[in-house]
């Protein structure tokens, strides 16, 4: 491994910067930015800007973004926001400086309108770009051809809906629920936290007793459940939340209370803490977007682009704005779940990169 290149320090929880340890596999304190030596003299720079190294869903997508490097002998570098939009812009600009263009950039843009400036950036250097799950609507990769590869989400509203109906089923269908949301202005958010209310608009007999916004942190989720534990005591029957992080928190406040396991919890990204609560009976359920893939294939994609093996303008937009295929997990699937998925690190075929295309991506 190549010497890695610090642009800032972090602050981290010492629980979060366990788990985020845990998931990369490392000891010690994380950079800012790491880089892996290339074996390919020339070769593009791969690179994935994420939000946190400490999230184990954004760790695991790192994993996947550093074996898809060393499956092509590139450098590898990764950027982190710590979930400032700025910094994230800055931190892109910054390494299409460094590289003279001669990169593939897979980002999770930190907010939607963060998208437009990156696309912008990537497209005045001559660099390749995929997106992930935000980006404004009217921003489309056909209008940035052939630098702007693609967009890659996954329907919220549907596996919101989904945990919700899960949780109501754990809750025997009637009772008081609280909902942790994710940062208000980001697309997953919106589109989850619409599927819950599909959801209870559809069971009457479940009432929402609060919602508030923890903006995907677990810290800030950890202290909402808590005021909630105390304000709602025994009215709460379960507990709603945007991502696993959150949820997470939130079965950390329960165990606390005593009552870990006895309100069933739900959460979203499947990331290995939230599959093993399930197993433990202290989570409902969760959904899987497989963020390994996410991290590799994203830039399989814009390294195929980059390096010629096929021409974003000539692919059908099906291809260019799609959404991937999540896995709902529950009790009755988990256990297969983390064989075949936790417990070894996923083999993915690069070279299939339309293989986990559900369908074009539809904007209200």
């Known amino acids: 491994m190549g010497k890695p290149l610090v642009t800032g320090s972090l602050s981290l929880p010492r629980r979060s910067f366990l788990q985020g340890a845990a998931a990369l596999g490392v000891v010690g ?16 720079t791969v690179v994935n800007s994420i939000r946190s190294l400490s999230n184990p869903y954004h760790a695991t997508w790192n994993k996947g973004g550093a074996a898809f490097a060393k ?57 390749y770009v995929v997106t992930q799950w935000n980006k404004p609507n009217d921003l489309h990769p056909w209008d940035f051809n052939p630098n702007y590869v693609a967009h890659i989400s996954f329907s919220g509203v549907p596996y919101g809906k989904a945990m919700a109906e899960t949780l109501i089923k754990a809750m025997g269908g009637k009772g008081g629920i609280v909902a942790l949301g994710g940062i208000e202005s980001n697309v997953p958010a919106i589109e989850r936290k619409a599927g819950l209310m599909e959801a209870l608009k559809a069971n009457p007999g479940v009432q929402l007793l609060d919602m508030q916004v923890a903006n995907w942190s677990a810290t800030e989720a950890l202290q909402k459940t808590n005021a909630w534990l105390t304000q709602f005591g025994d009215k709460i029957g379960g507990i709603w939340a945007a991502n696993d992080d959150m949820a997470l928190a939130a079965v950390e406040a329960l165990r606390s209370d005593g009552r870990a396991g006895k309100v069933p919890v739900t959460g979203i990204d499947g990331i290995q803490l939230a599959v093993e609560a399930i197993l433990k009976g202290e989570m409902a359920g969760t959904v899987a977007w497989d963020p390994f893939w996410q991290g590799g294939m994203g830039l399989s994609i814009g390294y195929h682009a980059k390096t010629g093996k096929f021409d974003p303008a000539k692919e059908p937009k099906e291809h260019r704005e799609f959404y991937g295929k999540g896995v709902i997990i529950t009790s009755e699937n988990a256990k297969s779940f983390y064989d075949s998925n936790v417990k070894a690190e996923p083999k993915l075929d690069y070279d299939d990169i339309w293989g986990r295309v559900s369908g074009q991506i539809q904007y209200n």
């Not at 304190?29 to 593009?44: C, Y």
């Open 29 to 44: 304190a994380f950079p800012a930015i790491i880089t892996r030596s290339a074996r390919a003299a020339g070769a593009p």
């Open 71 to 127: 499956s092509v002998g590139a450098d590898y570098v990764t950027l982190v926001t710590e979930g400032n939009s700025e910094k994230g812009i800055a931190d892109i600009k910054a390494i299409l400086a460094k590289t003279g263009g001669n990169c593939v950039i897979n980002v999770d843009p930190n907010d939607s309108p963060d998208a437009r400036p990156i696309v912008q950036a990537c497209k005045e250097a001559g660099a």
